[in-house]
């Protein structure tokens, strides 16, 4: 798959502020299912300062929903910066864990998969 020609297929999008996820920030169970090594997520947050670069981190999780039985490497997904995510070790289904940052107020979560 060359990804130059991939059409993208929106999975999850939410909006989350403090008021609706609470102190402390706890991590998000995305309630997908993936089958592909390769997602993209764009966290944007309007509220942002210029200095604020990182929005959390995300986790690749296999097993029960909110309680996986395995939980892979934290990677850093940047602010206002769409990533492109490469899943090395993929099984056949997979869900995603984001944490975060404890500073930003308000933010938008977009994850989206190959659609074909």
């Known amino acids: 798959m060359k990804l130059g020609e ?12 403090r008021d609706s996820v609470g102190w402390p920030v706890e991590p998000i169970y995305i309630p997908v299912t ?5 997602v993209r997520v764009y966290c944007f947050s309007a509220t942002a300062r210029n ?6 981190e995300i986790v690749q999780t296999i ?33 995603l864990k984001f944490s975060p940052k404890s500073w930003i107020e308000s933010f938008e979560l977009k994850i989206e998969s190959p659609a074909n």
């Open 6 to 17: 991939v059409n993208w297929r929106l999975d999850y999008l939410q909006f989350l502020s």
């Open 63 to 95: 097993g029960d929903y909110g309680n996986p039985d395995f939980e892979g490497q934290s990677i850093p997904v940047p602010l206002n910066v769409m990533k492109l995510l490469e899943f090395s070790e993929t099984v056949s289904d997979y869900s």
């Open 51 to 56: 200095s604020w670069k990182a929005a959390g």
């Open 34 to 38: 993936f089958n592909t090594p390769i």
